[in-house]
């Protein structure tokens, strides 16, 4: 497990409704000039100029068309050379925590980064030119807002994601370990599916997997991006958004087939992940 560092965590104000956030910085800003760390993942895309960066210790250039891959946590600082203007796409790993039931390895990039993927995606890749032109379309979405971007832009996220996954992995060793323990996941991942209602436990979800709770837990994160009751609560959460707009049933009825409780509790959760209380987003 990478230790962390005792430089102080950069606190990104993602949006709790869509926590992403892209933006473009013309040379490195005095915030990004220092070591620094955060939870958020980040990629970068070099639209212009030079520079490099110094992730845990090691130097990685850049130039003109390439594009960077940062892990939560990485201890991080860039340096600009000439002419430098870089696109900044930061995200919560839970924007796309429920697109992982169909692909359980849509975040690897970042978890296997050093190892299965590399920092700074290779330019000669026939692919390249391709993930750079889904950036630039993401970010013309983000800077529009228009109606229903936050869809488009997730999409071409996901989308980002699944062809750095298809062509820039690495042989390695130990896939196979990987692979193990992404299957693991997803068998439980279908068992929390097919009841969601149940009343799950960190205790009955790492007894389902044949695991230890720590143990568990940490495969939980490092395949899905979240802890296993965060999952819980965003696929319950996904499933009520779902029965408030398809059905006319009440609001507590929802809450206890999506294995909700308590109605308050129920009520505070959607407001806080949906920005919307349950009876205004059925409006």
Known sequence: ?????????????????FPIIISQSQGVSPTFQRLHWHTALEINYIEQGSGYYLINGSRYDFQQGDI??????????AFEGEGLVMNIVMFDPSLLALEQRYDAELLIPFRDIGQRFDY?????????GLLGSILLEMKAEFERKEPHFEVVVRAKLIQLL????????????????????????RAVLR??????????SLGKL????HLSPSRFSALFVQVVGTSPLDYLIQLRLSQAANLLETTDKKIIEV????????????????????????SEFRI
């Open 1 to 17: 497990m990478k230790l962390l560092p005792s430089i102080s965590k950069d606190e990104i104000a993602l949006p709790q409704a």
């Open 68 to 77: 960077v891959l940062i892990h939560a946590n990485d201890l991080h600082r």
């Open 120 to 128: 700074v995606l290779e330019r000669t890749q026939q692919a390249h």
């Open 162 to 185: 699944a062809f750095v996954n298809r062509y820039f992995a690495r042989n390695n060793k130990n896939e196979s370990q990987h692979a193990r323990g992404t299957e693991t996941i």
């Open 191 to 200: 068992d929390i599916e097919s009841d969601i209602a149940y009343p799950w």
């Open 206 to 209: 790492a007894e389902a997997a």
């Open 255 to 278: 809450a206890a087939e999506c294995g909700f409780r308590n109605l308050s509790n129920f009520n505070r959760l959607f407001k806080q992940h949906v920005g919307k209380l349950p």
